[in-house]
């Protein structure tokens, strides 16, 4: 279990990091650019490229921001005795998908389960 909230502190910690990263390369993108890169007619198309980087960094930011709460979620569970055990049906998770993404919360069949209803 020790193993496992080492890494679950390790991976917050990534993606902490690349969340903030994304966030201030977003950040840097709406500050550099110029009132001409905002012509988003047939002639003038870097403001259209800028917005896309922009939106990609602030979906990437999302994300990672998204696996952080997960994580911490994770370790609330560590905290409270529940760890390892699918918040749905209660069965345990078997310990290689806790080592793949020791953040996970439910068993893969429950997962999968539900994407198939849809």
């Known amino acids: 279990m020790e193993e496992l909230r080492r890494k679950l502190l ?15 390369e977003a950040q840097s993108l709406l500050e550099a650019r110029d009132i001409v890169d905002l012509q988003f007619d047939e002639e003038g198309g870097e403001g259209d490229t800028t917005a896309v980087e922009r939106e990609r960094d602030l979906v990437l930011s999302n994300q990672a921001r998204s696996i952080v ?6 370790l609330e ?5 529940t760890y390892g055990y699918c918040v749905t049906s209660g069965e345990p998770i078997p310990i290689a998908r806790l080592r793949a993404i020791p953040w996970a919360s439910e068993r893969i069949e429950v997962k999968v389960g539900r994407f198939r209803r849809y």
């Open 69 to 74: 709460d997960q994580i911490d979620a994770a």
């Open 10 to 24: 390790e991976e917050r910690k990534k993606y902490l990091h690349s969340a903030e990263e994304y966030q201030a």
């Open 77 to 81: 569970r560590i905290e409270k005795g």
